[in-house]
């Protein structure tokens, strides 16, 4: 089941391009962060996030998926 603190916090990172800095704007702990995206790679069978020491980039895929639904809704 999907939740909706982790979509919250998801489109947060995709927004600000950071985990971290999506997990102080919710006021969430880093490490409750980093599990709430893990679930959501669980729910959905793969990696979201291409992650860096020092920066987060959605992974082509779901970038790829993303778009297509986003075109198909207007």
């Known amino acids: 089941m999907i939740r909706l603190a982790d979509l919250e916090l998801f ?3 995709v927004k600000s391009g950071s985990l971290s800095s999506a997990a102080r704007r919710l006021d969430i702990s880093p ?3 980093s599990a709430s995206i893990k679930r959501l790679e669980e729910t959905f069978c ?3 996030f291409l992650r860096a020491p020092r920066s987060l980039r959605l992974a082509v895929e779901v ?3 993303l778009n ?3 075109s198909a809704m207007f």
Do not use: C, I, P, Y
Request: a negative charge; glycine letters at 6%.
């Open 46 to 48: 793969g990696q979201l």
């Open 31 to 33: 490490a409750r962060a």
């Open 11 to 13: 489109v947060s990172a």
């Open 63 to 65: 970038e790829a998926s």
């Open 68 to 70: 297509a639904d986003t």
